[in-house]
T-cell receptor, first 117, second 115 residues
């Protein structure tokens, strides 16, 4: 069975600075996807970034980028130029690729990020 | 706005009762997933439907059931409710096809409180 571990329950960062959230996962699969979702106080789950395991290039989305290390089974999220609106719970998630189909998401327990002015 | 809608937003009920949560996926999405978020269990996958058929089951209790209708909306039925069923229930939808981006888009959730 796949597992996702986020070892930092809480983190804080000053506005405009950079922060990195850690995520490790355990799987015997070779084809899969990794995601970071953000859950602000509204509790809405919002996709931040997505990485396909077969792609060696790290995904980036504006101020958000990942460091994907497949051999180490590590998938960290870097937030640059942190903004107050980045304050949220961040969940790392794993999804198995099932041929033409896809599996469900397996989530870590989350990291609560606070951006301080 | 993800395009996934869920009703109701909030639900307060008593132990032993039965409730139905409703989800409408994004236009064009054939696959619907249900997740439960609770303080002690975190975010857990319950069940997936694809074009009206059950595709996968996770940690869904026997007291819970779901279905997906021909118009692709889905309902999650929770019966014989217990205090521990209090949680935020999310529906997510995605396009399941070769070449699709495999992303699941979440609705705003239904907050269930069992008293």
């Amino acid at each position: 069975a796949q597992t996702v571990t986020q070892s930092q329950p809480e983190m804080s960062v000053q506005e405009a600075e950079t922060v990195t959230l850690s995520c490790t996962y355990d799987t015997s699969e070779n084809n899969y996807y990794l995601f970071w979702y953000k859950q602000p106080p509204s509790r809405q789950m919002i996709l931040v970034i997505r990485q396909e395991a077969y792609k060696q290039q790290n995904a980036t989305e504006n101020r958000f980028s990942v460091n994907f290390q497949k051999a180490a089974k590590s998938f960290s999220l870097k937030i640059s130029d942190s903004q107050l609106g980045d304050t949220a719970m961040y969940f790392c998630a794993f999804m198995k690729h099932l041929g033409g189909s896809q599996g469900n998401l397996i989530f870590g327990k989350g990291t609560k990020l606070s951006v301080k002015p | 706005d993800s395009g996934v809608t869920q009703t109701p937003k909030h639900l307060i009920t008593a132990t032993g009762q039965r409730v139905t949560l409703r989800c409408s996926p994004r236009s064009g999405d054939l696959s619907v997933y249900w997740y439960q978020q609770s303080l002690d269990q975190g975010l857990q996958f319950l069940i997936q439907y694809y074009n009206g058929e059950e595709r996968a089951k996770g940690n869904i209790l026997e007291r819970f059931s779901a279905q997906q209708f021909p118009d692709l909306h889905s309902e999650l039925n929770l019966s014989s409710l217990e205090l521990g069923d209090s949680a935020l229930y999310f529906c997510a939808s995605s396009v399941v096809a070769s070449g699709s981006n495999k992303t699941q888009y979440f609705g705003p959730g239904t907050r269930l409180l069992v008293l």
